[in-house]
């Protein structure tokens, strides 16, 4: 008996197959069904086996392959960033993929599933063995995510990649919809939600300036926003007393019924940007706590901040890797932490827009005296900060 469920996502199997001019096997084949290489996410696939279906269609979804070993462990492969492209990287690190459609046996009440991460790149190998474990959501859980409930059983290395081993033990109130990650994810659709909730719920604040704007289109058409945060305090006004504003910029700001931000001349800024790289999630996660502490923490200290300094935000400068489910790359495989010495709006919008920004802070009369870029560490453990060195501006650049 095939369940409405089953149905459905055979349906959406067979639909990506004929719009990849694949040929569509039976789905209850020992080997897989599969849609092919002309799929423009090529990183979000689909794997029907007998006991279970694997797949990754879904925002920031990563599974290159999938593979039977036995109805009860199957093998991994993660998409390297810019798959089955010229502009393809060997950066193997996220993995996020769906299991649906398990086939717990009448007489057992769960179901033990091995999964090996086959290909992951050897970046990761002081984290598991300082116990790292990847991160899953289920019906059970209510969709919140948490660590594995269990260690990971083995890890091998062979100088380059590492495989990663564990299980889950698939009850029948999770035979559907569990996700495994690498890490706890955050998606484009995440940063566009919490935006519009704290923008939502700041609106008619007497204590904060709280300003947003569209900023510029990545690549693929994904907005950047920009955010700006302060107390209502010291507005910079011109000769005739009219409020100051924030000139616009080249090739930014393409809403142009939205003003630009009150100047603050008398305060310092601050610039704070977050995900140029697509897999460091936390990033995002400690954004959200710095930003949910400045707007609703209401405590003196916070106070003293907001009246001293403004917070200038990106939320997400590459949001094109992050909806691809990336480890570093952008759509064109670029490492965007590196090329803010060349960026140019059309082929690195987020960096470019960065340059301009922290130049526009820091005139006028005006001082920008940090930007901090929010990452996430391959083996460095705890929270840390990197800062520059040298004495004078010269000796930092160098």
């Given at each position: ?163 990663v ?29 919490y ?31 920009l ?9 910079s006004?011109?000769n ?22 009150i100047?603050?001349?008398?305060k ?31 405590t ?53 827009a ?29 929270g ?15």
């Amino acid at each position: 008996e095939i369940n409405l469920r089953f149905f459905l996502i055979a349906l959406v199997f067979i639909m990506g197959n004929f719009l990849c001019n694949e040929k569509v096997r039976d789905p209850i084949d020992s080997e897989p069904d599969i849609c092919g290489t002309n799929n423009p996410y090529p990183q979000r696939t689909m794997y029907i086996f007998p006991e279970l279906t694997i797949d990754s269609q879904f925002e920031s979804g990563n599974l290159q392959k999938a593979e039977r070993v036995d109805n009860k462990t199957y093998d991994i492969y993660i998409a390297p960033d810019n798959l089955n492209t010229p502009q393809q990287t060997k950066h193997r690190v996220w993995f996020y993929f769906r299991v649906s459609r398990v086939n717990i046996p009448d007489d057992n009440d769960t179901h033990l599933v091995s999964f090996r991460i086959k290909n992951m790149d050897d970046m990761e190998i002081n984290n598991y063995k300082n116990g790292m474990r990847p991160v899953y959501s289920a019906p059970s859980t209510n969709g919140e995510w948490h660590y594995l409930p269990t260690p990971i059983t083995d890890m091998k290395h062979d100088g380059e990649n590492i495989e990663v081993y564990f299980d889950y033990r698939f009850s029948k109130a999770d035979t559907d919809d569990v996700y495994f990650a690498f890490t706890f994810p955050y998606t484009y659709a995440d940063a566009s939600k919490y935006v519009e909730t704290i923008s939502t719920k700041i609106a008619k604040s007497e204590k904060i300036y709280y300003h947003r704007e569209h900023l510029i289109n990545s690549i693929e058409g994904r907005k950047l926003e920009l955010l700006t945060i302060t107390a209502h305090t010291n507005y910079s006004k011109s000769n005739s007393e009219q409020v100051e504003r924030e000139e616009r910029l080249k090739d930014l700001f393409p809403n142009q019924e939205v003003t630009r931000p009150i100047l603050f001349k008398e305060k310092d800024y601050i610039f704070i940007t977050a995900r140029v790289h697509p897999c460091e999630s936390p990033a995002n996660f400690m954004l959200e706590g710095l930003l949910n502490h400045l707007l609703f923490a209401e405590t003196p200290q916070v106070q003293a901040l907001l009246e001293k300094y403004v917070f200038v935000v990106i939320p997400m400068l590459n949001p094109d890797g992050v909806e691809r489910g990336h480890y570093r790359s952008d759509t064109r495989g670029k490492d965007l932490n590196r090329v803010y010495h060349a960026a140019t709006a059309d082929k690195h919008p987020g960096p470019y827009a960065v340059l301009e920004i922290a130049k526009s802070l820091n005139s006028k009369g005006r001082q920008l005296v940090q930007y901090i870029d929010l990452h996430a560490h391959s083996n460095k453990d705890s929270g840390f900060s990197l800062f520059d060195w040298g004495d004078t501006p010269q000796e930092r650049i160098n």
